[in-house]
């Protein structure tokens, strides 16, 4: 009797772990560029943590060619989702391409002009006659370089403007090959890692642009909504782990102490600048922890007074009246 309740509870057990496995909803998150890169690390800590299983979903990740053709992929139904730029679905949605952005990771446009210090670049009419580097002709790199171009009354066949992947520019950049790229904060990071000297443009002060965004097509949010609001919920679950907060001042208590905030943390264009302490790869068992360094770098510290307690640091007293 009592080897017989075991094979069944044994044969229960395995049932529903086949139902569980059945019900989980398989979807396809297709990446603009290689997974590794410290910009799509909520992604790889919310499938490690199993964010994206807590929402019902099997979430699969693959590889494309840039953010424009990762909207081509996701409009055409090669892809579930995929990674961009806000303004990707501006460029493709025009083109036939029915795909919307379903979500922001940041407040500020997550691509920028950067240029080697040496080449003299001032402007952006300086770009003339300059090898620039993107990620790709399909990539939103590219496009919003030739905004940039065309906002100085230039075009592409004014520069050499060469598809070279991540890898391609970091490495050309540091060799001098080309004076200048369209591309994000953490290739800069590594450009400057080198020793290169490297002028940064704001893409915002020159036209209104967007950070990383996660694209859908009109079908797959008209017939998978609660995938397509799951898959949302648990990236940004992970994105507020890795994101700095910041601390709320907490009423003085005593009139002797002043208390001065430690220095307030300057705003990134995207958590994406903020996480680009790294450009090396990896690894994904790892991610969460390594991108914690980075509410390190704004933490307070505690008023040394004990009357007033909270994260300010207290200089000297006030004086006292007589």
């Known amino acids: ?38 910009a799509f690390a909520p992604f790889q800590i919310a499938k ?9 979903l099997d979430v699969s990740f693959q590889i494309g060619k840039g953010g424009a053709d990762v909207a081509k992929q996701v409009a055409i139904g ?3 989702m995929g990674g961009g730029i806000g303004d990707t679905p501006i460029v493709t949605r025009a083109n036939g391409l029915k795909v919307k952005g379903v979500a922001l990771l940041g407040g500020q446009a997550l691509t920028q002009i950067a240029v080697r210090r040496d080449a003299g670049v001032k402007s952006m009419a300086d770009l ?11 990539d939103t790199t590219y496009y919003n370089l030739l905004a940039v171009l065309a906002s100085a009354g230039l075009s592409q066949s004014d520069a050499s403007v060469q ?50 965004a996660m694209l859908a097509s009109d079908d797959t949010i008209a017939k998978r909504p609660e995938a397509v609001q799951g898959f949302v919920k648990a990236t940004l679950k992970a994105v507020r782990e890795i994101r700095p907060t910041r601390s709320r001042r907490p ?7 002043r208390t001065t905030p430690a220095r307030k ?10 996480a680009a302490w790294s450009i090396r790869p990896l690894r994904r068992s790892s991610l969460a922890s390594s991108m914690r360094h980075v509410s390190r770098r704004y933490r307070t510290s505690t008023c040394r007074t004990k009357s007033c307690a909270g994260p300010y640091r207290s200089r000297k007293p006030l004086p006292t009246s007589s």
């Open 48 to 56: 490690h943590k199993g964010y994206y299983a807590d929402e019902g």
């Open 1 to 38: 009797m009592i080897k017989t309740l075991k094979k069944a509870a044994v044969v229960l057990a395995a049932s529903l772990a086949v139902q569980g496995a059945v019900a989980a909803d398989k979807l396809t998150y297709l990446f603009p560029a290689p997974d590794t890169l410290p």
């Open 78 to 80: 090669n892809a579930d």
């Open 265 to 274: 943390p300057r705003s990134p264009t995207s958590w994406a600048a903020t």
């Open 163 to 212: 598809a070279l992947g991540p890898g391609g520019i970091i490495k050309l950049m540091i060799s001098g090959d080309i004076q200048a790229m369209s591309g994000v904060p953490e290739w800069v990071a590594a450009v400057q890692g080198a020793g290169i000297e490297v002028d940064v443009f704001n893409i915002n002060d020159i036209f209104p642009a967007m950070a990383q």
């Open 128 to 138: 003339r006659g300059k090898a620039i580097g993107v990620l790709s002709y399909k």
């Open 251 to 257: 009423p003085t208590t005593s009139p002797r102490c």
